[in-house]
Structure formats: C-alpha cells, structure tokens
C-alpha cells in the first residue's frame, strides 16, 4: 500500500469514528460572523488589551492548513483563501463532541471554530476554541503540505486544488474578475447596452476559425457552436440598437497553445456612426482606464518587459511592418510571387489561400508579430482576409481594419463594418470560392444577414477585445490556461 492510499484509509478510519460518536461529518450549514480575512481586516489593528476587554465571542469557519501540537495545548490555522486565522485549543476545556471532532481532525478539512478573540504573546490574532463543528471531512490530503502545488499540469486539471494552496492564483481570477466588471463599466457609462446572442448558430460566422458541430434532436438541425457573435450583434444595429456588446464565450476548433484555447472569452461591441478610427481611440481610453483602476498603474511588467499603455498608441500599416522588419522594397511588396518566396527563404508555414492578401499576413504574422511588445494597433489589413469590413477609399486592396497587439499578442480586431449587401453578399461568393479551395477557416454565405443588410445597417465601427489575452498581460502570465479557471486538457488514460 503507497503512503498516499493509507494516509486515505486513516481518514476513512477517521469519519467512521465520527460517524459512530454520533458527529455529522458533513452538515447542512454553519452559522457564522466572519472568515478569517474579515477577522484579520477588521481587528488588524485591535491590540491585546483592546480585544481582552471588548471580549469578543466569533465563529469562525475555514480549511484546517496547519496544525501544531504543544501537549494538551495545540494550534491550528484556518484558511479561506486569501488570509489565515490561528486557533488556540486546549483539550480540557472541550465539550465531548468538540474533543471528538479536535481527535480525528485533518489538514485540509473544514472546520468551524467558536471562541473568544485575543492576541498570544508573539501578538498573532488568535481565536482561544470554546466549541468546534466539523463542516467536511477531507479524504484526500491536500498537496505538498500546504506549501503550494508546484506541478503545472495538476493546476491546470484540478483547478480547485490550485486555488486552496496557491494564493497568487486565486488573485488572478479576482483580477479577471475585476477586468470584467471594469470594462462592463466602462462600456455601460459610454452609453453602449449590454446584450446576448446566441451560441448554438445555423450557419457559423464572424471570424475565419473552424467550428464545433452539434445537433438538435428535437428539430433534427446540424448547428454550430458560435466561433463569433459579430453577425447577430449588427442585426441589432440594423434594429436599431446602435451601441451594444456582449461579453461572450466562443468556441473555436482549433490546436492549443500559450494563446489559444477551443473554449475562450471576448469582449464585442458595435458602434453605429463610427468607423475603425473612433474605435481605436475607444480600446486605448478603455485599455489603459481598466490597467490603472485594476492594477493600479498604465505601466505593467509582462514576460520582463516593462509595456506602457499610456495612450495615444502607434499606428503600423501591415505594409509598413513588413518593410520595416523583412526589409523588403516597395516593388517587393506589391507582388506575390515576392511574398511567397519571401516566405519560403525564411522557411515560414504556407497559406493554404496564396493570393495577395493571404501571403501578404503569412509574411507579416512570421516577420512583425513577434516585435510588438509595446501597444501597436496594425492597421490597413489586405480585403481578401476581411470580408467583413470596408475597403479603404484610396486604396481598394486594403481594408479600414485594425488588430490591437500588446506583449506580442492581438489582443482586439476591429473594422469599419461593410454595410453595403450587395458588396457583401459577393464577399460571401469570394469566401465560398476560398473555400472550395481548400481554405477551411472561410467565411460562410449566410443568407439571412445579407437580407437583414438590405433592410440599411448604419455605418458603424465594430471590435473584439480577448479577455483571456487581457488578463494574461494584466497578471504577467505566460499562458493562457493560467488565466482560465478550467482550461480544456487531454484526458489521463486510465
């Protein structure tokens, strides 16, 4: 037997000797006045003699994180996840159900504690036990002692373990909380309506990404869940709703990395009256007020660099980028046949599509991406890659479109949105064609949104902001299953 599955067999041992004293291992609920960090913030700066002559009765729950015994005098600490509070327990002055749940306690079970608030002689706020209530049995002891789970690939699969030792962690998620809330915000007091569209979609459309098939038995429908809800958000523009965003999961069929996961967050918001222009200046305003209220600074440290967000933010055509960065001329970058030997010389990977457009961001996306670090907003995107959004008027080849990079990441993408249906529904014919021709990311012909377009969509300015990439600058983390409570894994076989 390994030391793991006895250290299970005692505690099993352990709730059956509860079980038979006649302790309910596992109650219904505990009353109580605080967890130990509204304890800790609110008697912080109470002193040994303040707390001796209010005395104060508190219940008190939390986890059992250490336990110390010194004869018939032992301590143990509770933890919720933020601060601990340490318990005083002298055996003798336990009541009998008390003493049995004090015998067959563990690290990592729940406890509730009832006593009287002090400070010890090393001035430690402490609570002097009167009563105990066992509020769970832990079965399973919790890892490395409590000194944190070091292992990766068990953070990321048993994401509550993580959370219970591992502090840093769970201010993560409060910070991605944070952003969320900040931005929603922002938005709400920019006069923009929070709305909802749906996930489970006839035809998947909005973004260039692979789907996830489902079925609807009742209806006997082939559907898709959403990869963007960019279609439905202008519907509503068409209806009349002019300044909306969801905050929405989307769900896209595609490899795992650093930066993508299948199942991810993003923020989208439409704009009627404006164009990609205004929109930049909206992500920036927006970007920077949320570091600051959130991390307190416009200058964070991400990756070992220092990224300043403090607008106004650099313009980069994709052109300008590729010049500057592939070195490469004028004459160069209006030929194809250029781009792709370009691509082949550095040995970068193949667009399935090589037209123009498409080798055009396969040279920019091996050349430039890696040197934005500092907030870039890449502008002047290739029509054949944005369906979706206007053509540039001096330039028909290039689209009014802009892909937000922080740290090395597009962090939003934005257009100004094609309104035109006729203009549209050929885009769809074009995507199509693509398709046909082995691009499995193309756009879809959706129907019904050309026909909502020939009732008038007015002009507008549209973006998608990652909110998983957004906290991974904001908290300096280096992938993006840090950021997400419970990220998509591989099984473990058997």
Same mark, same amino acid.
């Given at each position: 037997?390994?030391?793991?599955?006895?250290?299970?067999?005692?505690?099993?041992?352990?709730?059956?000797?509860?079980?038979?004293?006649?302790?309910?291992?596992?109650?219904?609920?505990?009353?109580?006045?605080?967890?130990?960090?509204?304890?800790?913030?609110?008697f912080a700066e109470q002193s040994a003699e303040e707390l001796e002559q209010a005395a104060l009765s508190l219940r008190v729950p939390?986890?059992?994180?250490? /336990?110390?015994?010194?004869?018939?005098?032992?301590?143990?600490?509770?933890?919720?996840?933020?601060?601990? +509070?340490?318990?005083?327990?002298?055996?003798?002055?336990?009541?009998?159900?008390? %003493?049995?749940?004090?015998?067959?306690?563990?690290?990592?079970?729940? +406890?509730?504690?009832?006593?009287?608030?002090?400070?010890?002689?090393?001035?430690?706020?402490?609570?002097?036990?009167?009563? @105990?209530?066992?509020l769970a049995k832990a079965l399973r002891p919790m890892p490395e002692k409590w000194h944190g789970l070091a292992d990766v690939e068990?953070?990321?699969?048993?994401?509550? @373990?993580?959370? $219970?030792?591992?502090?840093?962690?769970?201010?993560?998620?409060?910070?991605?909380? $944070?952003?969320?809330?900040?931005?929603?915000?922002?938005?709400?007091?920019?006069?923009?309506?929070?709305?909802?569209?749906?996930?489970?979609?006839l035809i998947p459309g909005g973004a260039a990404a692979k789907p996830f098939r489902t079925h609807h038995n009742a209806l006997d429908?082939?559907?898709?869940?959403?990869?963007?809800?960019?279609?439905? +958000?202008?519907?509503?523009?068409?209806?009349?709703?002019?300044?909306?965003?969801?905050?929405? &999961?989307?769900?896209?069929?595609?490899?795992?990395?650093?930066?993508?996961?299948?199942?991810?967050?993003?923020?989208?918001?439409?704009?009627?009256?404006?164009?990609?222009?205004?929109?930049?200046?909206?992500?920036?305003?927006?970007?920077?007020?949320?570091?600051?209220?959130?991390?307190?600074?416009? %200058?964070?440290?991400?990756?070992?660099?220092?990224?300043?967000?403090?607008?106004?933010?650099?313009? @980069?055509?994709?052109?300008?980028?590729?010049? &500057?960065?592939?070195?490469?001329?004028?004459?160069?970058?209006?030929?194809?046949?250029?781009? +792709?030997?370009?691509?082949?010389?550095?040995?970068?990977?193949?667009?399935?599509?090589?037209?123009?457009?498409?080798?055009?961001?396969?040279? !920019?996306?091996?050349?430039?991406?890696?040197?934005?670090?500092?907030?870039? !907003?890449?502008?002047?995107?290739?029509?054949?890659?944005?369906?979706? =959004?206007?053509?540039?008027?001096?330039?028909?080849?290039?689209?009014?479109?802009?892909?937000?990079?922080?740290?090395?990441?597009?962090?939003?993408?934005?257009?100004?949105?094609?309104?035109?249906? =006729?203009?549209?529904?050929?885009? !769809?014919?074009?995507?199509?064609?693509?398709?046909?021709?082995?691009?499995?990311?193309?756009?879809?012909?959706? &129907?019904?949104?050309? /026909?909502?377009?020939?009732?008038?969509?007015?002009? =507008?300015?549209?973006?998608?902001?990652?909110?998983?990439?957004?906290?991974?600058?904001?908290?300096?983390?280096?992938?993006?299953?840090?950021?997400?409570?419970?990220?998509?894994?591989?099984?473990?076989?058997?």
């Open positions: 037997m390994s030391e793991l599955d006895e250290q299970i067999a005692n505690r099993h041992k352990k709730l059956a000797a509860l079980k038979d004293a006649g302790v309910e291992p596992y109650p219904h609920r505990f009353d109580h006045d605080l967890e130990p960090s509204g304890v800790q913030q609110r939390g986890r059992v994180s250490a /336990l110390r015994s010194h004869g018939k005098t032992s301590f143990a600490d509770l933890w919720d996840g933020r601060h601990k +509070l340490q318990l005083l327990i002298r055996t003798g002055e336990l009541d009998a159900a008390s %003493q049995q749940v004090f015998e067959n306690l563990d690290l990592g079970d729940y +406890l509730g504690a009832t006593g009287r608030l002090m400070r010890t002689r090393t001035g430690e706020l402490t609570l002097a036990v009167t009563h @105990l209530v066992l068990i953070r990321y699969r048993q994401r509550y @373990l993580d959370l $219970a030792t591992n502090p840093e962690s769970r201010e993560v998620f409060e910070a991605r909380s $944070a952003l969320v809330r900040g931005m929603r915000r922002f938005l709400d007091d920019h006069g923009f309506l929070e709305v909802e569209t749906p996930m489970m979609q429908l082939e559907l898709f869940l959403r990869i963007a809800p960019e279609l439905y +958000l202008k519907r509503l523009l068409v209806g009349g709703m002019h300044r909306v965003y969801e905050i929405n &999961r989307n769900f896209r069929n595609e490899g795992i990395s650093t930066q993508h996961n299948p199942e991810f967050t993003m923020m989208e918001l439409y704009w009627a009256y404006a164009d990609y222009q205004d929109v930049m200046k909206l992500v920036e305003e927006m970007i920077s007020h949320l570091a600051v209220t959130v991390r307190g600074s416009a %200058q964070l440290s991400f990756r070992g660099e220092t990224i300043d967000l403090t607008p106004p933010w650099p313009r @980069l055509s994709i052109r300008e980028g590729i010049a &500057r960065y592939a070195e490469l001329g004028a004459a160069a970058l209006d030929d194809p046949q250029a781009l +792709l030997a370009e691509l082949r010389r550095r040995g970068a990977e193949l667009p399935a599509i090589r037209d123009y457009g498409h080798l055009l961001m396969a040279l !920019f996306e091996a050349v430039v991406e890696p040197h934005l670090t500092q907030p870039t !907003f890449v502008i002047d995107h290739p029509v054949e890659i944005s369906p979706l =959004a206007k053509q540039r008027k001096d330039d028909p080849r290039f689209t009014e479109r802009f892909e937000l990079y922080i740290g090395g990441m597009e962090m939003a993408n934005a257009f100004s949105e094609l309104n035109d249906p =006729a203009l549209q529904a050929q885009r !769809f014919e074009e995507q199509m064609a693509q398709r046909a021709g082995g691009d499995e990311e193309a756009h879809s012909y959706d &129907r019904d949104y050309v /026909l909502a377009l020939e009732h008038a969509m007015p002009p =507008a300015g549209g973006m998608g902001v990652g909110i998983d990439r957004l906290t991974m600058l904001f908290c300096d983390r280096a992938s993006i299953r840090d950021v997400i409570l419970f990220p998509l894994m591989r099984p473990v076989a058997g």
